[in-house]
């Protein structure tokens, strides 16, 4: 499935995510890796199928290599785990959970296999699909040492964003459609 047969399957009433589906496959703030990695790791972050299919597909035509589509779902993997941990420690009444180390392992923040900078952009898409505003602090932080700016920063955010919504969008109405062609239950016949 490509991205426009994706865009085709989204109903009227999300109009906009369409449209910015479209916008942000276009986005020139980003490199093309920066831009389709954020894309990558985001679907993974969502893990709604039709949406992981349809950004895999478009990134591999857009040329993103295998090496950055691997580190891409590296930092959906590992942010799975990171924004979990580092949430709750922050949600925490209790701020000693803060001061004990994680002891989990994160090689791969430390090893990607493509550039720091992307990562660290990929990392904070997945964070903002997931919700860790400490993360997200982190990466920032992380992102301004090399040099990359806030349109850049925000331009991976806007493509999360998105991705999330049309993932939302879709699940939501798969499971509209299987509630309408269901049939009715012994139980809703008796109430009837």
């Known amino acids: 499935m490509s991205l426009d047969a994706?865009?085709?399957?989204?109903?009227a009433y999300a109009k906009d995510l369409s449209l910015n589906l479209s916008?942000?496959?276009a986005e020139t703030t980003l490199t093309d890796q920066r831009k389709w990695g954020a894309f990558v790791a985001s679907a993974y972050a969502v893990r709604a199928p039709a949406v992981v299919k349809a950004v895999e597909a478009a990134a591999v035509d857009a040329g993103l290599s295998d090496e950055a589509r691997t580190a891409a779902k590296?930092?959906?993997?590992?942010?799975?785990?990171?924004?979990?941990?580092?949430?709750?420690?922050?949600?925490?009444?209790?701020?000693?959970?803060a001061t004990l180390p994680a002891r989990l392992r994160m090689n791969v923040i430390a090893n990607?296999?493509?550039?720091?900078?992307?990562?660290?952009?990929?990392s904070t898409a997945v964070s903002a699909v997931n919700g860790c505003g400490m993360c997200l602090d982190a990466h920032e932080s992380?992102?301004?040492?090399?040099?990359?700016?806030?349109?850049?920063?925000?331009?991976?955010?806007?493509?999360?964003?998105?991705?999330?919504?049309?993932?939302?969008?879709l699940?939501?109405?798969?499971?509209?459609?299987?509630?309408?062609?269901?049939?009715?239950?012994?139980?809703v016949q008796a109430a009837a």
């Open 171 to 187: 699940t939501a109405e798969a499971a509209g459609a299987n509630a309408v062609t269901r049939a009715p239950t012994a139980e």
């Open 23 to 25: 916008s942000l496959a």
């Open 6 to 11: 994706l865009r085709e399957t989204l109903p």
């Open 112 to 122: 990607p296999g493509v550039e720091k900078a992307d990562f660290e952009l990929w």
């Open 74 to 97: 590296a930092a959906a993997a590992i942010m799975g785990m990171n924004n979990v941990y580092y949430r709750a420690t922050h949600l925490l009444t209790n701020k000693e959970y």
């Open 142 to 169: 992380e992102l301004k040492k090399h040099g990359v700016s806030a349109q850049e920063i925000q331009a991976v955010i806007r493509i999360a964003a998105v991705v999330n919504a049309v993932s939302h969008v």
